[in-house]
C-alpha cells in the first residue's frame, strides 16, 4: 500500500501555484503566459485535489488534469468532484512516468514537494515531462529542497530516522519521533549557542502535523540539491529558469553580494549565492522552455498592467513589516497612503490605477510598487478574481464554500486562499444559499444547537456577513 494511503497528507491551496501568480512572474520578465481564465492546468502529485478543485471551480473556463500515486486521496477527491458537479477537473490515480502525449498540452505545470521526494530516475522523468507537456508560453512549477538551509533539519531527519529504525507501525512511528525531538530540545549539551540552534529546529519540527512529519521528514527519500545543480538538471531537459513563485525571493535590495570577490556571474551563480546568504532551505522555483526569449531588466513601466495586493503587512511607528520579519522604514507618506489602500481592499488585489492618486502620479507610484516588491511587502497579479465585495439582501456564499463548511473549519476563498471560521460562522456559511434573507439568517441560525439567542445575532449578523464578503467567500 502506498505511504500516502496510510497517513493522510493535507492538501490545500497555495497561492504561489495558481496561473495568476505563475503568469504575473512571466509577464514580470517579458513572457506573456496563456491568460488565466481559459488555462489548461496539469497538477503532478496532487494528492486529494485540495489544491486542483478550488481553481477548477473559480476558473470554470479552464482544463485541469491531476495525477497521484496513492489511490485513496484521489478517490477522496473525485468524491468532492462529483458533489460540486465539476466537469472541468480529471483526477487519476497515475504513474508521472507513464504522462505521455495522450495527456495533451498545459499551459501550467505544478509539481509541488515532488522533485526531493522521489527516486532520482523519477526526479529525471518529472523534469522530461514538463518540456515535454508544456505549452510554448507555458511556466512549470516546481518545488524543492535545498543547501545549505537544509543541512541542519536534515541533521534532525537522518537521528530521527536511527531512532525509529525498527518502528513498522506509521503511529507509533509518528510519535516516537516526537519523543525524540522533545528529547533533542531538552537534553542537549555542548555550547549554549548549539543548544538553542537545535532546540529552535526541533521546536519547529515539532509543530508540523503528522502528515508532514511522515511523509516529509521521515520518508525514505528527502534528497536536498543545490540551486546551480537544480537549474543544471533543467536545462539538461530544455527548460530554463524563469524565476520564483515569490518574486522577492529573487532580489538582492541591500547589495549584499557586491562585497563578494570574484562577483558572480550571471542569474544562476547569483541565485546560488543568493541561496548562500540566506541560508535558504526550500525553493519555488518556475521554469519556461529554453527558447523563449526573457527580459532580465525590469521595465518600471511594466508595473503599470499588474493589479496588486498586500502581504500579511503591519504599519506601525513608522515603520511596515511582513510575515517573513522584513522591515521597511517609511521615509515617505505616499508610501503609507499606498499601503493603507492595500490593506483596506485586502484580499482583493487593486489595479495600479486606482493607487495613482494615493502615491501622487504614476511615477512616484511604480518607485513605491518597485520597492514593495523588493522588500516582499506585495502581491503581483494579471487576473481579477471575481469576488462580490457587497452583501445582498439574499446572501449566497459559493457552493465550495458552503461545501468545505460542512465539513470543516477551513474553506477557499475566490482569491485561492484558506480561510480560518470559528464555529458560528461555519454554520452561517452553511445557510448562505441565496434563499434566505438578513431576518431569517439570524432566526435559523439562533435555532442550530449551542447558538446565542436571536437577540445577540441580529446586532452583529452585517458586520458577519460584510467579513465573509471581504474575505471573498460571497458571490454575487
Known amino acids: 500500500m502506498n505511504a500516502y494511503d496510510l497517513v493522510h497528507y493535507e492538501t490545500f491551496p497555495r497561492r504561489q501555484t495558481h496561473p495568476d501568480r505563475l503568469a504575473a512572474v512571466a509577464r514580470l520578465f517579458g ?69 505521455g502525449p495522450e495527456y495533451g498540452e498545459f499551459d501550467y505545470i505544478i509539481a509541488h514537494g515532488l522533485y526531493s521526494w522521489i527516486p532520482v530516475a523519477v526526479r529525471d522523468r518529472l523534469l522530461a515531462v514538463c518540456r515535454e507537456r508544456l505549452a510554448p508560453r507555458g511556466v512549470a512549477f516546481v518545488s524543492y529542497n535545498v543547501y545549505p538551509g537544509r543541512y541542519l533539519p536534515q541533521m534532525l531527519r537522518e537521528m530521527m530516522r536511527y531512532h ?55 520518508a525514505e527519500i528527502n534528497d536536498p540539491v543545490y540551486f546551480h545543480d537544480f537549474a543544471e538538471h533543467a536545462a539538461r531537459h530544455g527548460l530554463q529558469y524563469l524565476g520564483e513563485a515569490e518574486p522577492h525571493e529573487m532580489f538582492d535590495p541591500n547589495d549584499t553580494l557586491r562585497t563578494i570577490e570574484p562577483p558572480p556571474q550571471g542569474l544562476i551563480e547569483r541565485e546560488q549565492y543568493l541561496d548562500f546568504v540566506k541560508g535558504r532551505r526550500f525553493r519555488r522555483t518556475l521554469l519556461c522552455r529554453e527558447e523563449v526569449v526573457l527580459q532580465r531588466e525590469l521595465d518600471p513601466a511594466l508595473f503599470d498592467s499588474f493589479l496588486l495586493s498586500p502581504q500579511q503587512l503591519k504599519v506601525e511607528d513608522g515603520v511596515i513589516s511582513n510575515q517573513y520579519g522584513s522591515r521597511i522604514r517609511i521615509v515617505d507618506a505616499a508610501v503609507e497612503r499606498v499601503v493603507r489602500a492595500l490593506l483596506a481592499a485586502y484580499p482583493l488585489p487593486v489595479e495600479f490605477a486606482e493607487l495613482v492618486a494615493y502615491a501622487g502620479a504614476a511615477d512616484p507610484l511604480r518607485e513605491i510598487v518597485y520597492g ?6 506585495i502581491h503581483l497579479h494579471v487576473y481579477d478574481f471575481p469576488c462580490e465585495e457587497s452583501v445582498t439582501e439574499r446572501p449566497e456564499a459559493s457552493g465550495l464554500v458552503r461545501y468545505e463548511a460542512s465539513r470543516g ?68
Open 372 to 377: 514593495l516588491m523588493l522588500g516582499g511587502m
Open 164 to 218: 525509529t529504525r525498527r518502528v513498522e507501525d506509521a503511529a507509533e512511528k509518528i510519535g516516537r519521533a516526537r519523543e525524540f525531538l522533545n528529547f533533542s530540545a531538552s537534553g542537549l549539551q555542548g555550547s549554549s549557542t548549539w543548544q538553542t540552534v537545535l532546540a529552535e529546529e526541533c521546536k519547529n519540527l515539532l509543530g508540523h502535523r503528522e502528515g508532514n512529519l511522515f511523509h516529509d521528514d521521515l
Open 409 to 476: 473549519f477551513q474553506v477557499t476563498s475566490a482569491c485561492h486562499t484558506p480561510v480560518k471560521l470559528d464555529e458560528i460562522a461555519r454554520r452561517l456559511v452553511c445557510l448562505l444559499d441565496g434563499t434566505r434573507d438578513w431576518e431569517t439568517l439570524a432566526r435559523d441560525l439562533a435555532a442550530t444547537e449551542g447558538a446565542p439567542a436571536i437577540e445577540d445575532i441580529r446586532p452583529v449578523l452585517p458586520h458577519s456577513l460584510a467579513w465573509l464578503a471581504r474575505m471573498a467567500l460571497l458571490v454575487g
Open 31 to 99: 513572457m506573456a503566459a496563456a491568460p488565466v481564465t481559459s488555462c489548461r492546468v496539469l497538477e503532478i502529485g496532487c494528492g486529494d485535489g485540495g489544491n486542483l478543485i478550488p481553481m477548477a471551480y473559480y476558473l470554470p473556463g479552464g482544463s485541469f488534469v491531476g495525477i497521484d500515486l496513492a489511490e485513496e486521496p484521489i478517490a477522496a477527491g473525485c468524491e468532492v468532484i462529483a458533489a460540486l458537479g465539476l466537469r472541468n477537473l480529471t483526477l487519476k490515480a497515475a504513474d508521472l512516468r507513464e504522462i
